[in-house]
């Protein structure tokens, strides 16, 4: 009978690492929020950082706006 006290509290034990391991289940107020916190939880490898560093240097700038050339006389 003290086999199966000392077995059924090494399984609580267990458990209570395995419930202390898993977190609580997160909402969001919009798909917005989800992302933002999906991007701060992944780690973008090296090699895709540079490819889209080079992208965006390569992309044109936007046209001034027409109050901006205006202003800017």
Do not use: C, Y
Not at 28 to 36: D, M, N, P, V
Not at 39 to 53: C, D, H, N, Y
């Amino acid at each position: 009978m003290k086999r199966q006290t000392k077995h059924s509290s090494q399984e609580q034990e267990q458990l209570s690492e395995v419930g202390a391991q898993q977190t609580s289940p997160l909402e969001f107020a919009s798909a917005k929020e989800l992302l933002q916190h999906d991007a701060g939880q992944t780690v973008v490898p090296p090699e895709i950082a540079e490819r889209l560093a080079r992208s965006i240097q390569n992309e044109p700038k936007p046209a001034r706006s027409w109050w901006r050339r205006f202003l800017d006389r």
